[in-house]
């Protein structure tokens, strides 16, 4: 039987009933690698004691206290933290419970900022094509994907997409890859002449595609053109790293690896690593300033925003980042892994690219090497190979995205950061085992 609205009401789904390590058990007792992390949220695995500890010290002591009447300790802590890390003046931290909360709350807070400052007319954003924000209205309008846009269309604000830098299927191969990333950071200079600087809020974008495209990282030099474009056009710039973020590409903020300031990053998937629901943004003190100087707050909240008990997980998961060495090791195992899935589909027919940072890889999967042209939508690709693996033992995140109109495939691993070499080589043999058993036959059969 299928429910319309949940997906886990669907009858065919296993039952998880436990989690260890790196691995989800059924209830026959079947175990799953976790090669996504679900979406690239599990970063310290399943099960982790010290999480678990601090989850149930935290519930005895004071499960909730509105953030109206009270803050804690420990969200003054995990702030000081997240703010210590985050490049340039990033030092205002506001908790929610998700992704989508947080990118709402930070496309809301750019335009409150403006208003303080008597900008009004300043009522839009920009955001590439390649990106996911979230589900909820605004966080869907200045996201990309256009499958998950369209019955919404109607009711969505106005947004401008410009292109992702996105080489594998952008570059030509008569210019450098420098030369590719000014050319694609320029196109956010062109579009904010045609519809007037003077109209624009921010630019939002993904330092690393996730959901849409597939661990997709820009071009050096790509990031720093674009925050000049916004400081010569004064406009803000969000960086979404909801699923980018918190460590999985080998530094807590994946921005750090840019060399580039944000106005505000979103943060949740990692920050809770799946032992809780949050989420943050993250605010610059001009931001702040602005605000607290002008009408004095932030006009917006939610009930379970900053909640306690999921501020006492996520302190525990980004102390266990330092007291297990993990980010380090995030490059390291990162590093490991993009090799042995080269190695492994380096001469396979259809895997155009191996791609990624970290613990954040992925594999596009093409109909033809040369044209890069994708599976049609009707192969059901994505649904076809996330069952081969999930048989297999296998949780890894296959999605389609479009590409200039055209149906693109990849597949998504962010393992947890606790994988050990072994596991990477169970990773990588099952993955491949997935992947050539469901593109072969789709060939076979005619239906690419
Ligand atoms: N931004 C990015 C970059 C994401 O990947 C996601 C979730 N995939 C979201 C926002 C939305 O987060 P959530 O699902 O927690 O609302």
């Known amino acids: 039987m299928h429910h319309i609205f949940q997906r886990h009401c669907h009858s065919e789904l296993p039952i998880a009933v436990k989690g260890e390590g790196v691995y989800i058990y059924d209830q026959t007792g079947k175990s799953y690698l976790d090669a996504s992390g679900g979406a690239a949220v599990s970063c310290l695995g399943h099960s982790h004691p010290v999480v678990r500890a601090a989850l149930h010290q935290q519930i005895d002591q004071l499960a909730y206290a509105h953030t109206g009447f009270f803050n804690t300790e420990k969200a003054i802590e995990l702030s000081e933290k997240l703010t210590h890390a985050a490049p340039g003046d990033l030092n205002h931290v506001y908790f929610l419970t998700g992704g989508s909360e947080a990118v709402e709350s930070a496309l809301k807070l750019a335009r409150q900022y403006f208003v303080e400052k008597g900008e009004l007319q300043r009522s839009q954003f920009i955001s590439r094509k390649q990106s996911y924000h979230g589900n909820t209205l605004g966080a869907l309008a200045v996201g990309g994907n256009e499958l998950r846009r369209k019955p919404f269309a109607p009711l969505l604000m106005p947004t401008e997409h410009i292109s992702a830098c996105f080489a594998y299927h952008g570059k030509d191969a008569s210019e450098s890859a420098f030369d590719y990333g000014q050319r694609m950071a320029n196109e956010l200079e062109t579009r904010l002449l045609e519809v ?22 820009a071009e050096e030099g790509y990031f720093k053109r674009i925050r000049e474009i916004c400081d010569q056009y004064g406009i803000l710039l969000i960086l979404d790293e909801v699923m980018c973020g918190m460590g999985r590409t080998g530094t807590l903020f994946a921005h750090e690896q840019e060399d580039i300031q944000a106005d505000i990053v979103t943060i949740a998937k990692g920050l809770g690593a799946g032992y809780q629901p949050i989420g943050a943004m993250i605010a610059s003190s001009e931001i702040h300033n602005t605000i607290s100087q002008g009408s004095g707050f932030f006009q917006h909240g939610h009930t379970y925003m900053g909640h306690a008990t999921a501020i006492a997980g996520a302190l525990a998961v980004i102390n266990a980042f330092e007291q297990e060495a993990l980010l380090p090791r995030v490059q390291q195992a990162g590093e490991i892994l ?3 899935l080269s190695e492994c589909f380096k001469n396979h027919p259809f895997v155009g690219d191996v791609r990624g940072r970290g613990l954040f890889r992925a594999l596009e999967i093409v109909a033809d090497r040369d044209s890069k042209k994708p599976f049609s939508a009707c192969s059901k690709l994505d649904s076809q190979i996330k069952a081969k693996a999930m048989e297999l033992g296998l949780i890894c995140y296959p999605m389609s995205g479009t590409i200039d109109g055209k149906n693109g495939h990849h597949v998504l691993l962010a393992p947890p950061f606790i994988i050990s070499d072994a596991q990477i080589d169970e990773l990588t043999e099952k993955l491949f085992h997935s992947v050539d058993t469901i593109t072969q036959t789709l060939f076979k059969e005619g239906r690419y």
């Open 338 to 340: 993009q090799n042995r």
């Open 196 to 217: 007037g600087p003077e109209t624009v809020i921010a630019f939002i974008a993904e330092p690393v595609v996730g959901a849409t495209a597939g661990a997709v990282t």
